[in-house]
């Protein structure tokens, strides 16, 4: 009876797995099957899952953009504003972390506050003053506004991998030391292999926040020559005249395919890196 109960459970809770797998993947699937649809029956035929006439060629109008601009462009720049993005929020996120935890100076406990503070602060609020900023620096309308603040790590990634060093005894430190090792080649060659993890998570993080990133390229971005994936595909739907439901879903699935890529091949490092778990055995 024991193992006749074991088995009931274990194949409802499969069951109401499975069933709110569904539920969450579903508007996905809806997205891919819509891609596939006839613009004007998008929205009509909301219930209705498969298509009744597959058209292909919505990935053919949607590639080609519009305003003689390629989705070629828009890919390429999201991707060169996501990677220059992602390696300077880590390097930075990391140099600070280890300062934080390991390296006592005079000030360290109100810049550790005042970082802090900033995860507390509503994105809303600097959006003026970073305008202001960045339009008299004559920024706007480039990629710089994009990227160079990312170059000052954030505050959220600035913790994260101050709880993973906080994992790694301070006795390895002590040791290099005592060998004749510097802050920077302990930083580098001891600190930032153990916290591979931490990084990693960090840089899976930072690539799906700026590759989502819909404000700051609409703030910032003006001609359709710069513009990113995510302004690309809102630019597919306009109130004022026909909207092109079909390829703007065909680019929103080719949007997503980094995303669950990255995903796929990179989540045991999420959960490693979140776990904090420092040295194992």
């Not at 194949?11 to 069933?19: E, G, P, R, W």
């Not at 030391?177 to 993080?205: H, Q, V, W, Y």
Request: charged content about 15%; overall charge positive; some cysteine.
């Amino acid at each position: 009876m024991t193992r006749t109960k074991k088995a009931i459970h274990t194949v409802l809770f499969h069951v109401i797995v499975c069933a709110i797998g569904i539920v969450m993947i579903y508007p996905l699937i809806w997205m891919f099957f819509s891609s596939f649809k006839e613009s004007s029956l998008v929205l009509s035929t909301v219930e209705q899952l498969f298509p009744s006439t597959w058209r292909f060629d919505n990935y053919v109008k949607g590639w080609s953009g519009f305003g003689g601009t390629t989705f070629t462009v828009f890919f390429k720049n999201s991707i060169v504003v996501t990677s220059l993005s992602v390696v300077g929020n880590v390097i930075a996120s990391a140099m600070a972390a280890y300062a934080f935890s390991r390296v006592r100076f005079r000030g360290r406990g109100i810049l550790f506050l005042f970082m802090m503070v900033t995860m507390m602060v509503p994105s809303q609020v600097l959006v003026v003053p970073q305008y202001i900023i960045f339009n008299k620096l004559n920024w706007v309308d480039t990629f710089l506004p994009l990227v160079i603040p990312e170059w000052g790590g954030r505050a959220f990634f600035i913790f994260l991998i101050m709880q993973f060093i906080a994992g790694i005894p301070k006795e390895l430190d002590e040791a290099a030391e005592i060998d004749g090792c510097g802050r920077i080649r302990l930083f580098l060659n001891i600190m930032l292999p153990l916290i591979k993890p931490a990084l990693a998570t960090s840089a899976i993080f930072a690539f799906y926040w700026k590759w989502d990133d819909f404000m700051g390229s609409l703030l910032y971005l003006n001609a359709p020559e710069n513009y990113t994936v995510s302004i690309a595909l809102k630019l597919f739907c306009d109130p004022t005249s026909v909207s092109d439901y079909g390829a703007m879903f065909a680019m929103c699935v080719l949007s997503l395919l980094p995303v669950i890529v990255l995903f796929l091949f990179t989540q045991k490092y999420i959960v490693e890196g979140i776990s904090m778990s420092g040295l194992k055995s």
